[in-house]
């Protein structure tokens, strides 16, 4: 059992290093991925120290509000995607596949910065943008993958974890750090 979450979270980390350019938009931005892995496994959400950290960034810190968080919608993503929608049309585009109504965004006003996880073999994993900054460099999203640890008892059944945060209007270009962490219980 130790195995499959350990391969699973190496297939989480080799995926997003592998994909560089990963999807930024309904249509590829330009933008870059870096991966960290917390160094004892656990819960930590501080990314690394130095130009990394969200908060030692020379940036603004963006407001940002929740749009949507489920891990049960499939979008039709089947590993880490990012996305900025920045209209109407790339909104209910990325809502077709769901078969729901999108929630109601102005995009006049507002960026909407999407993290999928994709499809997960289990319950537990979970993904999270925790803070967004604006630099004259462009928008970082800092984002955090949790994976079930080996003493989880977790439910078999596909999940799709994917959170959508609504920022005020930004042009880009688009950054998401990923950190995965491992959920670690009764070890």
């Not at 991925?33 to 960034?57: H, I, K, L, T, V």
Request: aromatic share 8%.
């Amino acid at each position: 059992m130790r195995s499959h979450h350990l391969g699973l979270l190496a297939t989480l980390v080799a995926a997003a290093l592998l994909l560089g350019s990963i999807s930024f938009g309904i249509l590829p931005l330009p933008g870059r991925s870096r991966s960290y892995e917390a160094e004892d496994g656990g819960e930590e959400s501080d990314f690394p120290e130095g130009q990394d950290n969200p908060g030692a960034m020379e940036s603004e810190s963006e407001d940002m509000d929740t749009v949507f968080r489920s891990d049960f919608v499939d979008f039709g993503y089947r590993s880490i995607t990012y996305l900025a929608i920045q209209t109407q049309e790339e909104w209910e585009t990325l809502w077709e596949p769901t078969g729901q109504d999108p929630p109601t965004v102005n995009f006049e006003a507002n960026t909407v910065l999407v993290a999928l996880l994709g499809q997960m073999p289990s319950a537990g994993h979970s993904v999270g943008i925790v803070a967004v900054n604006r630099s004259q460099a462009g928008v970082v999203a800092f984002v955090e993958a949790t994976a079930p640890g080996a003493g989880c008892l977790v439910a078999t059944v596909l999940t799709y974890p994917v959170h959508m945060v609504e920022i005020p209007k930004a042009e880009g270009p688009f950054t998401f750090e990923l950190k995965l962490l491992t959920h670690h219980c009764g070890d």
